[in-house]
């Protein structure tokens, strides 16, 4: 594993232990909404569906195959914010001196 994804793995796990995972996902649920990146991401759910037939995905093939584009449509402006606030969060758990 490298340092990147050592360093992404430690900070996920100081996010759940505090809490704080949950938190961040509680203020990114309406932001998400405001957007219609639920919307965006349900019809793209179906079109994958419709392309690959119901009988033909497994859930786990669904999500690997929406993922990144459920990545990309989040819009900028609420990546940017998220991780300010896991900055912020990390600067005050001393765990990251920005």
Aim: aromatic letters at 4%; charged letters at 35%.
């Amino acid at each position: 594993m490298n340092k990147d994804a050592q360093m992404r793995a430690a900070i996920n796990q100081k996010l759940i232990e505090t809490g704080k995972r949950e938190c961040f996902k509680e203020l990114l649920r309406p932001k998400l909404t405001e957007c219609v990146w639920k919307d965006q991401l349900k019809v793209h759910c179906k079109e994958v569906i419709k392309e690959k037939g119901l009988e033909h995905i497994t859930v786990d093939d669904l999500v690997a195959e929406i993922t990144p584009k459920g990545r990309a449509l989040v819009p900028d402006s609420v990546k940017k914010e998220l991780l300010q606030r896991i900055r912020t969060f990390l600067t005050r758990a001393r765990w990251l001196s920005l």
